[in-house]
């Protein structure tokens, strides 16, 4: 594809980063320039929620080409439908359940299938100190550590400042990520570049996998749920967004509901400017909403992600059913766009 001139002799890449981006509140935090930046020049503020420049820049330019919410790339990756490109959707489970998946367990299933297939050297997925409930990034190699890290994590959307270091391993060649559509939205504007610093990511990002994503929140939002359950973090054995609530499953099996309003102020300040629900970007989209019961709404978006999705079927790591509710999943989309868009002025 070819390449967007980002030229003005006069402003260096970090300068507009904080002009258009950072200064306007449009920063999502995913962190997709700090990765790209090998000159290591941008690190994150979490005081202002947005990255800093703090050492000097070689004018590469692959952190422009990676941000999500510069406005040559939002116009190259928005499109008014909420589904996005796709080969097929269809209902998925693991057919090793475990108590730890979020929905149907199909995004740890399909990634079982790339480790033990061998298409990956690793997987870069969200951990979580189950003390604290803050999550992490972690490299998963081997299959079996996967269950570990299943679910989902509302308090973290910044996977790829960790893929830096994957980049800088030449041991590592090929890499499964999972990601929220604002970190999907990096990958896929990096793999469609033609910029050698921005390919160093993209070529080794075999299978982009994206979570639906309605919205998430800061690291303080689980002392409020703390509060309004009556319950120290440790407690905590499960979190499910959706339908105006946080449900909270603790470890002795009880549950407590948590009104998403109450969760409001704690929404990160980067998510009121975004529209995309599915993970347009990636090669496989999964969400809970419109699934059967138990099931993960699986969106095969692209040839590799069909291959990745047939080798899991083949392996019998994951089963499958049609029917999934694509109106819901539009409907919840349309929602998003509606309450995000208002509050998006790119300049
Ligand atoms: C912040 C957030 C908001 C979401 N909002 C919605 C929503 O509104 N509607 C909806 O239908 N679905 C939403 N989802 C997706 C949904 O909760 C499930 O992740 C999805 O259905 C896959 O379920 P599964 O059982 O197949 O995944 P699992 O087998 O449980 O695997 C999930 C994988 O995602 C990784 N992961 C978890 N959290 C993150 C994260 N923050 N960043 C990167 N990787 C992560 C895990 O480490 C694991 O590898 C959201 C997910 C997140 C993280
Ligand atoms: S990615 Fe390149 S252009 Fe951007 S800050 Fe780093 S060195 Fe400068
Ligand atoms: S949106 Fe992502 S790529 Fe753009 S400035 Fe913020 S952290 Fe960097
Ligand atoms: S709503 Fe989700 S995808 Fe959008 S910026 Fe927030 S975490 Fe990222």
Redesign the pocket.
Known sequence: MQEIEFLNPVILPAQMLEERVWHNGLCSGCRACIAVCLADSLVYDHEANHPLQVNPCVDCKACLVACPRLSENIERTSSSDIIGPYLKIINAR?KKSSS??????????L?AAALDEELVDC?L???LDRWSQE?HP?VIRDSSD?EK??????T??D?LESVKELIRDPQVKNIAL???PC?VQAVGLLRQSDNEYAAKLASKVRFLMG??????FDQQAITKMERAIGQPSWRIDKM???EGKMTVVLRNGSVQTIPLPLLAEFIKPGCVACTD?TAKLSDIS??????APGM??TIVRTPEGMGLFKIAEEMGYIETWDGVEVEE?EK?GKIKVRKHKASTTPP
């Open positions: 693991s730890r998946q979020q929905n149907g367990g199909a995004a740890s299933a990634l997987a997925v969200m951990g999550p972690r996967l890290t299943a679910g989902s994590k509302y973290k959307n996977i999972v990601g929220t970190s979570l639906f994503c309605f919205e998430a499910s967004a959706g629900f999964l969400g809970g909403i419109g699934s993960t709404s999943i919840v």
